[in-house]
Nanobody, 125 residues
Framework: QVQLVESGGGLVQPGGSLRLSCVASGFALKYTAIAWFRQAPGKKREGVACITGSDGRTTDEESAKGRFTISKDNTKNTVYRQMNSRKPKDTAVYYC??????????????????WGKGTRVTVSS
């Protein structure tokens, strides 16, 4: 059974850091692209970053560059989202998903067509 489970969210102060994890089961990350999506309060879900399966190439939204990174460990079948210098606007539920294509800002491209529970991140002092 294909499954992705997000974790690592929580409450963080502005300027703080968090690392989100996305653990995959039922398939191997080295063959599958994975994306992180964000759904801020009152807004639609949108793609923010992805990493390819075969060579680990990454794509990230412009506003995240210099602050956030996406990476993976194929041996642990886990994708990470390191988030530094958090801002209140980063408050959202974050989801990961296996994808066949990716566009920053879009929530399309899911291979399974379903979402996990996500992990909630709140940036507040």
């Amino acid at each position: 059974q294909v499954q992705l489970v997000e974790s690592g969210g929580g409450l963080v102060q502005p300027g703080g850091s968090l690392r989100l994890s996305c653990v995959a089961s039922g398939f191997a990350l080295k063959y599958t692209a994975i994306a992180w999506f964000r759904q801020a309060p009152g807004k639609k879900r949108e793609g923010v970053a992805c990493i390819t399966g075969s060579d680990g190439r990454t794509t990230d939204e412009e506003s995240a560059k210099g602050r956030f990174t996406i990476s993976k460990d194929n041996t642990k079948n886990t994708v990470y989202r390191q988030m530094n210098s958090r801002k209140p606007k980063d408050t959202a539920v974050y989801y990961c998903a296996a994808i066949s294509f990716f566009h920053v800002g879009s929530d399309t491209g899911l291979i399974t067509g379903s979402w996990g529970k996500g992990t909630r991140v709140t940036v507040s002092s």
